[in-house]
């Protein structure tokens, strides 16, 4: 009988040990991912992209964290990441990325930054470090710019009187004061003589009088009118009722949105003659908006624009970091897809949410794997971000 | 009288039989998916400490019955005026000073209008925090340096050690510990816990006990605050958001029962607070998904309680 049992037990040992043998032959590479929003839209598009095609097109294995909105949250994460032996994290949250860079390169472990950029003297700091890969995203200069557009793309169409719903510019968060300020930018360099916002007019200075106010000024500039402004996510009775104030202002053509868009003034702009713009992404939801009236204008993220970044981050990790010829990271701007009728974003959204044909498919992506790729060569394909562009590169 | 059984005694060391299972299920699961085990320690304290410090101080308002709400826009507070503090002078010791006293004057403020109004503590926490978390706004705002307030990593990276956290973790609970155990303020908070009516009518100054336990408390959430600022020196509006929860949580998963009272003790905060850093660590190496993860640890949690809840059930109300 004991003998028995140790044959057995010899027997169990010997078929677990084979059993591991293939796993450990393909044993995917781990790789964390840093979330700081993981039910919204835009992030589910992100997390679908990876997990339904980037996953199954390469030997990758996601793990995701939860939502986070702490520099704490953020550092546990990372430690539960490393934890599980992921080779490299992909960051889509910002609290503070400087100890996230720090904290991977301490470990060891690949770190690169989707959909955001470092700031000039992050950069600088870090541009060095062995295990960061870099950051492909929209600068403060591009959400400037898509701001800017937004507003110029209203003020162009001959609409004098607008609104502006500025999201998190109370709790100065940086991306929506830049798109804000790149809006009051537009209106003051089209307001005709004299347009100014509260006496200033150079870009820098408007950028810090939001910062310094946490809030945005109504009244004329030049020719335009900002007739109404409101700020936050307070999601009380209060704040909803500004937000119907400011869809029911008299004379009012347009809302400008920082984002959130069609979440907070949606219902209230729903069947007005007033135009809704704002800055989200490519989604269901976003389409449904678009086709209803109720959104007039998207300039959005797009899910499978963080698949340049993926692959940056696979070189890494497979030896093969891009770098530029003074050895430094990744520091790639990538901007927006703008949609301004329901046909052109139909057909973004068809492509950008597609898990057997995507924008950056493993075709596209596959150029620029192999070992020995250029910074130059990759900087080249990430600014060709618009739709047009990446349909040419498919051909 | 008769000597208890090995059945009886369970729910008793229930939730540290608890710990001692998600230990070992800890180190099996690291052996299986071949996780980093010894980083994932150090990760666990890291991740428990200031849950731990701040619920272990908590456990004298929750042992007179009582209930504060406010703990982590207290703790946010202290941190943001810490970190404030420090950005203005560059010293460590004013950082930690402004958070313990920051959090001390909290506390009294809490106690003393629970005190003059006649109000259970836990109706002026609930205001306090709407009040604490408009000001985290403020402090920021006041700042001017966007939506954070940072305290350069450099200068506080050499006490982001392991042995620091542990020495002022160690520390707090013995003091706790002294207070709770050995001087008639901890008989006198069980007292009340468990029967406040008869407590009165002892003569027991339920007012000046609950200031004094706004006082311990606070000190814990002062000591928490300033480990906030060692660990991720960059604080935001959310920053401490969830403490409030995780106290709560860590103090009921260690065994000792939310209405206060007799059976209060000081080691159950600090017992949950590691099994939920275990718990955390396990969910993890599994990436099962938050969604599942959430779930299970929601299950492990109901278990345990249900253990070591299990001697009451049944029998009279403790209060």
């Given at each position: 009988?004991?003998?028995?049992?140790?044959?057995?037990?010899?027997?169990?040992?010997?078929?677990?040990?084979?059993?591991?043998?293939?796993?450990?032959?393909?044993?995917?590479?781990?790789?964390?991912?840093?979330?700081?929003?993981?039910?919204?839209?835009?992030?589910?598009?992100?997390?679908?992209?990876?997990?339904?095609?980037?996953?199954?097109?390469?030997?990758?294995?996601?793990?995701?964290?939860?939502?986070?909105?702490?520099?704490?949250?953020?550092?546990?994460?990372?430690?539960?990441?490393?934890?599980?032996?992921?080779?490299?994290?992909?960051?889509?949250?910002?609290?503070?990325?400087?100890?996230?860079?720090?904290?991977?390169?301490?470990?060891?472990?690949?770190?690169?930054?989707?959909?955001?950029?470092?700031?000039?003297?992050?950069?600088?700091?870090?541009?060095?470090?062995?295990?960061?890969?870099?950051?492909?995203?929209?600068?403060?200069?591009?959400?400037?710019?898509?701001?800017?557009?937004?507003?110029?793309?209203?003020?162009?169409?001959?609409?004098?009187?607008?609104?502006?719903?500025?999201?998190?510019?109370?709790?100065?968060?940086?991306?929506?004061?830049?798109?804000?300020?790149?809006?009051?930018?537009?209106?003051?360099?089209?307001?005709?003589?004299?347009?100014?916002?509260?006496?200033?007019?150079?870009?820098?200075?408007?950028?810090?009088?939001?910062?310094?106010?946490?809030?945005?000024?109504?009244?004329?500039?030049?020719?335009?009118?900002?007739?109404?402004?409101?700020?936050?996510?307070?999601?009380?009775?209060?704040?909803?009722?500004?937000?119907?104030?400011?869809?029911?202002?008299?004379?009012?053509?347009?809302?400008?949105?920082?984002?959130?868009?069609?979440?907070?003034?949606?219902?209230?702009?729903?069947?007005?003659?007033?135009?809704?713009?704002?800055?989200?992404?490519?989604?269901?939801?976003?389409?449904?908006?678009?086709?209803?009236?109720?959104?007039?204008?998207?300039?959005?993220?797009?899910?499978?624009?963080?698949?340049?970044?993926?692959?940056?981050?696979?070189?890494?990790?497979?030896?093969?970091?891009?770098?530029?010829?003074?050895?430094?990271?990744?520091?790639?701007?990538?901007?927006?897809?703008?949609?301004?009728?329901?046909?052109?974003?139909?057909?973004?959204?068809?492509?950008?949410?597609?898990?057997?044909?995507?924008?950056?498919?493993?075709?596209?992506?596959?150029?620029?794997?192999?070992?020995?790729?250029?910074?130059?060569?990759?900087?080249?394909?990430?600014?060709?971000?618009?739709?047009?562009?990446?349909?040419?590169?498919?051909? | 009288?008769?000597?208890?059984?090995?059945?009886?005694?369970?729910?008793?060391?229930?939730?540290?039989?608890?710990?001692?299972?998600?230990?070992?299920?800890?180190?099996?699961?690291?052996?299986?998916?071949?996780?980093?085990?010894?980083?994932?320690?150090?990760?666990?304290?890291?991740?428990?400490?200031?849950?731990?410090?701040?619920?272990?101080?908590?456990?004298?308002?929750?042992?007179?019955?009582?209930?504060?709400?406010?703990?982590?826009?207290?703790?946010?507070?202290?941190?943001?005026?810490?970190?404030?503090?420090?950005?203005?002078?560059?010293?460590?010791?004013?950082?930690?000073?402004?958070?313990?006293?920051?959090?001390?004057?909290?506390?009294?403020?809490?106690?003393?209008?629970?005190?003059?109004?006649?109000?259970?503590?836990?109706?002026?926490?609930?205001?306090?925090?709407?009040?604490?978390?408009?000001?985290?706004?403020?402090?920021?705002?006041?700042?001017?340096?966007?939506?954070?307030?940072?305290?350069?990593?450099?200068?506080?990276?050499?006490?982001?050690?392991?042995?620091?956290?542990?020495?002022?973790?160690?520390?707090?609970?013995?003091?706790?510990?002294?207070?709770?155990?050995?001087?008639?303020?901890?008989?006198?908070?069980?007292?009340?816990?468990?029967?406040?009516?008869?407590?009165?009518?002892?003569?027991?100054?339920?007012?000046?006990?609950?200031?004094?336990?706004?006082?311990?408390?606070?000190?814990?959430?002062?000591?928490?605050?300033?480990?906030?600022?060692?660990?991720?020196?960059?604080?935001?509006?959310?920053?401490?958001?969830?403490?409030?929860?995780?106290?709560?949580?860590?103090?009921?998963?260690?065994?000792?029962?939310?209405?206060?009272?007799?059976?209060?003790?000081?080691?159950?905060?600090?017992?949950?607070?590691?099994?939920?850093?275990?718990?955390?660590?396990?969910?993890?190496?599994?990436?099962?998904?938050?969604?599942?993860?959430?779930?299970?640890?929601?299950?492990?949690?109901?278990l345990v309680v249900f253990i070591a809840l299990g001697s009451q059930r049944g029998k009279l109300?403790?209060?």
């Open positions: 009988m004991k003998n028995m049992k140790r044959i057995l037990s010899l027997a169990l040992c010997l078929m677990l040990a084979l059993a591991c043998i293939p796993a450990l032959a393909d044993a995917p590479v781990k790789i964390g991912v840093l979330v700081a929003d993981a039910t919204g839209a835009e992030a589910l598009a992100f997390r679908a992209y990876y997990e339904h095609y980037i996953a199954k097109a390469y030997n990758v294995e996601f793990i995701y964290s939860e939502e986070l909105n702490t520099a704490d949250g953020e550092k546990n994460a990372i430690d539960n990441f490393i934890v599980n032996n992921c080779k490299a994290i992909i960051s889509f949250s910002s609290v503070d990325r400087p100890a996230q860079i720090e904290q991977c390169d301490a470990a060891g472990i690949y770190y690169a930054v989707a959909t955001g950029t470092l700031t000039a003297e992050e950069y600088e700091e870090f541009k060095d470090y062995e295990y960061y890969v870099g950051a492909i995203g929209p600068s403060l200069d591009t959400e400037f710019r898509v701001g800017y557009d937004m507003a110029a793309y209203y003020i162009d169409q001959g609409m004098t009187k607008f609104g502006i719903f500025g999201g998190a510019v109370p709790y100065r968060t940086d991306m929506h004061i830049y798109r804000a300020a790149g809006m009051l930018c537009a209106m003051i360099d089209k307001g005709g003589e004299g347009a100014a916002y509260q006496g200033v007019t150079d870009p820098g200075a408007v950028i810090g009088m939001i910062y310094g106010t946490g809030s945005i000024e109504t009244g004329k500039i030049g020719s335009l009118e900002l007739m109404a402004y409101v700020g936050g996510y307070d999601f009380d009775d209060a704040w909803f009722g500004k937000l119907a104030q400011m869809a029911g202002t008299e004379g009012i053509e347009a809302i400008l949105t920082v984002g959130s868009g069609v979440d907070v003034l949606g219902s209230f702009v729903s069947g007005s003659n007033v135009k809704l713009a704002t800055v989200d992404s490519f989604t269901a939801a976003m389409g449904e908006a678009m086709n209803s009236g109720i959104i007039d204008y998207v300039a959005g993220k797009f899910a499978t624009s963080i698949g340049p970044i993926f692959v940056a981050t696979l070189n890494a990790v497979n030896g093969q970091p891009i770098r530029d010829n003074d050895g430094n990271a990744l520091a790639l701007d990538q901007g927006y897809w703008v949609a301004t009728d329901a046909e052109q974003f139909a057909q973004y959204y068809a492509v950008d949410s597609s898990s057997e044909d995507p924008a950056y498919s493993k075709a596209i992506l596959d150029t620029y794997v192999p070992a020995g790729v250029s910074y130059d060569d990759f900087a080249a394909f990430i600014a060709q971000y618009s739709f047009d562009e990446i349909a040419a590169l498919k051909k | 009288m008769g000597k208890q059984t090995w059945k009886e005694r369970i729910p008793a060391f229930a939730s540290v039989l608890g710990l001692l299972v998600l230990i070992a299920a800890y180190y099996i699961v690291g052996a299986v998916r071949d996780a980093n085990v010894a980083y994932g320690l150090k990760a666990i304290v890291n991740q428990s400490v200031v849950v731990a410090l701040v619920a272990t101080g908590a456990v004298f308002i929750y042992t007179l019955g009582s209930f504060d709400i406010s703990l982590g826009a207290a703790t946010g507070v202290s941190a943001l005026l810490g970190a404030m503090a420090y950005n203005a002078t560059g010293s460590l010791v004013i950082m930690f000073l402004v958070c313990v006293g920051v959090a001390v004057v909290l506390g009294f403020i809490n106690s003393s209008l629970a005190s003059v109004f006649n109000l259970p503590i836990f109706v002026t926490t609930v205001a306090m925090m709407s009040v604490l978390s408009a000001f985290m706004l403020i402090l920021i705002g006041w700042n001017g340096a966007g939506d954070t307030v940072k305290v350069k990593a450099r200068d506080v990276r050499p006490l982001d050690n392991i042995p620091f956290k542990v020495f002022i973790l160690v520390s707090y609970i013995a003091l706790c510990w002294f207070i709770f155990t050995l001087l008639p303020t901890g008989r006198e908070a069980k007292f009340i816990g468990g029967s406040p009516v008869c407590a009165r009518l002892s003569g027991i100054n339920e007012k000046k006990l609950g200031i004094i336990a706004s006082l311990i408390s606070a000190v814990g959430i002062g000591l928490g605050a300033f480990l906030t600022i060692i660990y991720a020196p960059t604080l935001t509006k959310d920053t401490a958001s969830s403490i409030g929860m995780d106290v709560i949580i860590a103090i009921v998963f260690g065994g000792m029962p939310v209405s206060g009272g007799p059976r209060s003790r000081i080691l159950s905060a600090v017992v949950g607070a590691f099994s939920m850093g275990f718990m955390t660590q396990i969910m993890s190496m599994l990436n099962l998904g938050s969604g599942y993860g959430q779930m299970i640890k929601a299950a492990i949690f109901l109300l403790t209060r």
